[in-house]
């Protein structure tokens, strides 16, 4: 059953992933490699999904193009900046300069507070112990505490949002609106869906990942088929 327009998946502590408009199908697909042939189908049937899965085998990209999601997103500031690096899609983000900030900050689960070693790009992760874990949750409580107090005390003597904000930590929650298609969105998954990608914004692939494949289940399989590669 595809998604209705509104449903949300909770992510993290605080976070979410909100479907918010949804042109996007299978059939926008097939439509849009056939009409190079000036054909048009009302309905996908079995040699359409062949259709799909030559497309993407052959990395024919455009006909997955011509469609869009659209996403409300409730996530930490580093999850959103790693988000951001995505170009082939459109965001808009709440502003600190205009409004002020959500008072809401991000901590792990005593499972996700990590140790890290090894080298750029084959770093490994191993949880810590629990009493350390939970000192290392406390601290960051303890500075989040006390950065927001600061960012309330800059408000009330009249310093400007914008300057404020500077203040605030990358664990503060932000919100954005992210508008992409199937193939932007098939690349973004293929890499934050992913054993390598950060654990915090895998939980948000996840949760994009699931929207996409219920409402394009013949592109998703196909996509799993041959090897989670956007075309």
């Known amino acids: 059953m595809p998604p209705r327009v509104g449903d949300k998946i909770d992510v993290l502590d605080h976070g979410f992933v909100r479907l918010d408009a949804a042109e996007a199908t299978d059939l926008s697909v097939v439509n849009g490699a056939r009409v190079s042939f000036l054909q048009m189908k009302d309905e ?4 359409d999904e062949g259709l799909i899965r030559f ?14 999601l659209r996403f409300h997103i409730r996530c930490p500031i580093a999850v959103a900046r790693e988000w951001m690096r995505h170009r082939w899609s459109s965001f808009n983000e709440h502003s600190l300069r205009y409004s002020q900030a ?3 900050f991000y901590i792990p689960d005593v499972s996700q507070v990590r140790t890290q070693t090894g080298k750029p790009g ?6 810590m112990d629990e009493p350390v874990a939970n000192e290392v949750r406390e601290l960051m409580a303890e500075q ?3 950065a927001w107090k600061a960012y309330e005390d800059m408000l009330q003597r009249g310093v400007a949002r914008e300057l404020a904000r500077f203040v605030l930590p990358v664990g503060l929650y932000t919100e954005f609106y992210w508008s992409v298609n199937a193939r932007a969105l098939m690349n973004f998954v293929s890499l934050r869906n992913a054993e390598t990608a950060m654990w915090e914004i895998g939980r948000y692939g996840e949760a994009v990942e699931e929207f996409f494949s219920a409402c394009m289940p013949s592109t998703h399989k196909a996509f799993l088929e041959f090897g ?3 075309p």
């Open 122 to 127: 084959s770093y490994k992760f191993e949880s």
């Open 228 to 230: 989670r590669v956007a």
């Open 144 to 146: 989040y505490r006390s």
């Open 44 to 47: 996908l049937d079995q040699k």
């Open 55 to 68: 497309l993407i085998r052959e990395k024919h990209a455009s006909p997955f193009e011509h469609n869009l």
């Open 102 to 104: 959500i008072d809401e």
